[in-house]
T-cell receptor
Framework: DSGVTQTPKHLITATGQRVTLRCSPR?????VYWYQQSLDQGLQFLIQ???????AKGNILERFSAQQFPDLHSELNLSSLELGDSALYFC????FGPGSRMDTQYFGPGTRLTVL | AQSVTQLGSHVSVSEGALVLLRCNYS??????LFWYVQYPNQGLQLLLK??????LVKGINGFEAEFKKSETSFHLTKPSAHMSDAAEYFC???????????FGTGTRLTVIP
């Protein structure tokens, strides 16, 4: 158990809908990262938050957004869902912020999103 | 820019045999490298990490990896495979700005009894 929790574990929805994925980082970790794992794209970095602020963006679609709340939990919002958004979405947390080379990311169990 | 390449999407070994999973990296700065394992229907678990302290890194479950700058490699090994090692293994390099990880395409390890 990494200490990172994600809910829900599974999510099935229809095209065009909007969903919210939730992540609680390990106690004391200030950084939260979101990754997408799909068969065709592999594991890709989406976005990072550090202590409530967005710090980096990767291959995140404009239909997707995220935020980190004062209690440090994070939510990833996916809207206007398409079939191709079906994937496993992972959250990871780490103690340090951007620029710290000593950072180690610990991953949650993931949320499996199926868009029908 | 940072990237890793994993050679071999599938590797099969017999139980008790040597496990060798290959990873080559590309990095504009001294890299920080990681190996993660993903068991079926589970998240990613950190096996080991290289942060320039020592070239031979020991991880959990008997795995180790050796950083070779001259070969730009960070191969993962285990002397004797166990059935419980069957999983997908990912090599990753840390980015220099946001610290996000750049993952390889993964290697699925099958252990034959």
């Amino acid at each position: 158990d990494s200490g990172v929790t994600q809910t829900p574990k599974h999510l099935i929805t229809a095209t065009g809908q909007r969903v919210t994925l939730r992540c609680s980082p390990r106690s004391g970790d200030l950084s939260v990262y979101w990754y997408q794992q799909s068969l065709d794209q592999g594991l890709q970095f989406l976005i990072q938050y550090y202590n409530g602020e967005e710090r980096a963006k990767g291959n995140i679609l404009e239909r997707f957004s995220a935020q980190q709340f004062p209690d440090l939990h994070s939510e990833l919002n996916l809207s206007s869902l398409e079939l191709g958004d079906s994937a496993l979405y992972f959250c990871a947390s780490s103690e340090f912020g951007p620029g710290s080379r000593m950072d180690t990311q610990y991953f949650g169990p993931g949320t499996r999103l199926t868009v029908l | 820019a940072q990237s890793v390449t994993q050679l071999g999407s599938h590797v099969s070994v017999s139980e008790g045999a040597l496990v060798l999973l290959r990873c080559n990296y590309s990095s504009s700065v001294p890299p920080y490298l990681f190996w993660y394992v993903q068991y079926p229907n589970q998240g990613l678990q950190l096996l080991l990490k290289y942060t320039s302290a020592a070239t031979l890194v020991k991880g959990i479950n008997g795995f180790e990896a050796e950083f070779k700058k001259s070969e730009t490699s960070f191969h993962l090994t285990k002397p004797s495979a166990h059935m419980s090692d069957a999983a997908e293994y990912f090599c990753a390099v840390q980015g220099t700005g946001a610290n996000n990880l750049f993952f390889g395409t993964g290697t699925r390890l099958t252990v034959i009894p």
